[in-house]
């Protein structure tokens, strides 16, 4: 589920729609949880459907660890990639501004974390890198762990409208990070190498 002061807009011909804050969210908030409406698909279902899902499920799901796929029921599949994201996913199954989000700014995240089937060139924002690429989870997965640090240990004190979403056991476990009892999990745990794996 996606962060309720978001709504759905069209950004640019280029882009197309995406999420957009309609209020301030600040850093450390949780901003997407997976929930118990998203539907989960393994390779061998999606091997089995039509060339019209699978063409959907490419568009608008992501994979994780496992390389099962995982499709939003509302706006959160319209988060759109950026370099420089606002947003971040972290091991638990739910995402975070890692910076201060306000109002008419567009929700983003980076891609390379949700292991794309193949690479794609991204708009250009003026940065370094270009392109995502499925791979980019083993390249970048100790900056991206260090980014996510200070915002997530801000997670307990900010206000979470998702919270509800998440049990008692994964608040434990968020507050023993935030508070230097754990280390928190690396997104490496994330990867699912495609080389063998792929759909036909």
């Known amino acids: ?93 739910f995402e975070i501004a890692i910076r201060d989000i306000h109002p008419g700014e567009q929700l983003t995240d980076d891609y390379g974390y949700l292991n794309v089937s193949e690479p794609f060139r991204a708009c250009n924002e003026g940065t370094r890198r270009k392109v995502v690429y499925p791979d980019d989870l083993i390249k970048y997965a100790k900056v991206w762990d260090k980014k996510l640090t200070l915002p997530f240990k801000r997670i307990p004190s900010v206000e979470q409208p998702l919270k509800k979403l998440l049990s008692q056991e994964k608040w434990d476990l968020i507050f023993s990070i935030a508070s230097g ?19 036909g």
Not at 26 to 45: A, N, S
Not at 181 to 186: F, I, T, V
Request: aromatic share 16%.
């Open 181 to 199: 009892e754990r280390k928190m999990d690396s997104l490496l745990s994330l990867y699912y190498d495609q080389s063998n794996k792929m759909v």
């Open 1 to 93: 589920m996606i962060h309720p002061k978001t709504e759905l807009r069209f950004i640019n011909d280029e882009i197309g729609y995406g999420v957009v804050a309609t209020d301030f969210i600040p850093k450390g908030t949780i901003t997407w949880v997976l929930d118990k409406f998203d539907r989960e698909f393994t390779p061998d279902q999606v091997q089995n459907f039509e060339d019209t899902y699978k063409d959907i499920l490419e568009v608008y799901s992501y994979r994780n660890g496992s390389g099962n796929y995982i499709l939003c029921w509302d706006n959160g599949r319209f988060v759109n990639h950026s370099f420089n994201s606002n947003c971040f996913t972290t091991p638990y199954d």
